[in-house]
């Protein structure tokens, strides 16, 4: 079946350490994205990828890197800069106005 | 500063009525506005989109409208079901690969 595919599903982590949050998708779609979700509040844009070897900082880059060496997966890594690293973890593909979402990672710090 | 509000509080409504979600904005020129669904743990599903020239869609049981003059998107669903109970997200496409999200509204369908 198409569809992205996000792991792990649950993910736990000391402070101070890195942690990368895996998305693979076979749905043939170029754009890629990264959203954060806490509760009480929206979405929010981590980063973007519009094309492969390419993506852009979102609205809460900070402590985070993630890279798109291949058109199917776009991982997200959670530095330790991040101060506040617990929350769901959103990925998803875009393709004519509609956001395809992975069904999340949930990260908590120890 | 842009914004994007949905009712903070649930929605409890009964089993056959209709459920009525508000989605305002301020700020945005919004290309398009969309609503999707989303149960716990779980990632969100796209529901409907509309575009800022359409005052009205239909999927189904469900309606969307969109007042570009009132800055406001209603969203019903008709006939509501036990199994529509789940977190209604807007969503405003702004342009540039963006799509700016609202907190969501929690709906309970009672039988």
């Not at chain 1, 101070?16 to 929010?44: F, I, K």
């Not at chain 2, 398009?32 to 409907?48: H, I, N």
């Not at chain 2, 199994?83 to 702004?94: P, R, V, W």
Request: proline fraction near 4%; hydrophobic fraction near 30%; include cysteine.
């Amino acid at each position: 079946d198409g569809g992205i595919t996000q792991s792990p599903k649950y993910l736990f982590r000391k402070e101070g350490q890195n942690v990368t949050l895996s998305c693979e998708q076979n749905l043939n779609h170029d754009a890629m994205y990264w959203y954060r979700q806490d509760p009480g509040q929206g979405l929010r844009l981590i980063y973007y990828s519009q094309i492969v070897n390419d993506f852009q900082k979102g609205d809460i880059a900070e402590g985070y890197s993630v890279s798109r060496e291949k058109k199917e997966s776009f991982p997200l890594t959670v530095t330790s800069a991040q101060k506040n690293p617990t929350a769901f973890y959103l990925c998803a593909t875009h393709r004519q106005g509609e956001l395809f979402f992975g069904e999340g990672s949930r990260l908590t710090v120890l | 500063s842009q914004k994007i509000e949905q009712n903070s509080e649930a929605l409890n409504i009964q089993e056959g009525k209709t459920a009525t979600l508000t989605c305002n904005y301020t700020n945005y020129s919004p290309a398009y506005l969309q609503w999707y669904r989303q149960d716990p743990g779980r990632g969100p599903v796209f529901l409907l989109l509309i575009r800022e020239n359409e005052k009205e869609k239909r999927k189904e049981r469900l309606k969307v409208t969109f007042d570009t003059t009132l800055k406001q998107s209603l969203f019903h669903i008709t006939a509501s079901q036990p199994a529509d109970s789940a977190t209604y997200l807007c969503a405003l496409y702004t342009g540039g690969f963006k799509t700016i999200f609202g907190a969501g509204t929690r709906l309970f369908v009672k039988a």
